[in-house]
């Protein structure tokens, strides 16, 4: 059995990809994880709850990632200087302004675990980082029994697509193919990356290779739902 490989396209004003971080500050890696990804899958399934059966087989599969930066020009002749925008923060305060008199409104206020007022009136502030205006190709690998029903949801997505958070919209089609091997797949991706007027910035590949970069995230899913569970994965960054 030939497993396929899939190429995401992933492209919009907004991306955030989250590994470790929760509650008041929320960070986002410089590149998508493989549980943002799988989950970007799994909304276009339409496969909700847990998904361990299927998260086991996925984890077992590929998945290597280019980033693109744009061309800076000077008088329309092209630089190979590479332009990066910064991250944006945005500062939130979640639970603040309500009418506690209201029962309506005190709904939204939060509270302690035990349904009570929490110290400070409930107002919580939060940091959300995003990476702005970025642009990844992705190449998943895919078991050849499965590649027709993940190729049909990401061109008839059940739920809603997006980049790490609800609020990340993509300006491109993700779906852009599915290919008989990885090498092919990147081809794709150099065309769109040519026609966009971008240029490789780095790679991120899985286990140990010689590179910039190695480090150990914990964005292997293994059961998503309420209580969601991961494992870690080993990386490699490569600039290029």
Known sequence: MNNKYILLWLEGPLQSWGADSKFGRRDTLPFPTRS???????????????????????ARFRQTVISYARIQEYKNRPSEKKER???????????SGYNDNDPWETLLIPKTSEGKKAVGGGAKMTYRYYL?????????????????SFVYALQHPVYDLYLGRKNCVATEF??????????????????LMKGKNLIQDFKVLEGE?????????NDIPIQFGPNKKYRERILTLVYL
């Open 174 to 191: 993700i779906y852009q193919g599915m290919f008989q091997d990885e090498e092919l797949a990147f081809s794709h991706a150099d065309i």
């Open 132 to 148: 702005q205006d970025a642009k990844f190709a992705v190449v998943i690998e895919i078991p050849d029994d499965l590649t027709e």
């Open 209 to 217: 290779h010689e590179g910039d970069m190695n480090m150990t995230i």
């Open 85 to 95: 925008e910064p991250l944006l923060m945005d500062f939130h305060m979640v639970g």
């Open 36 to 58: 943002g990804v799988m989950g970007l899958l799994l909304c276009a399934l339409g496969a909700s709850g847990e998904q361990k059966e299927l998260l086991d087989r996925m």
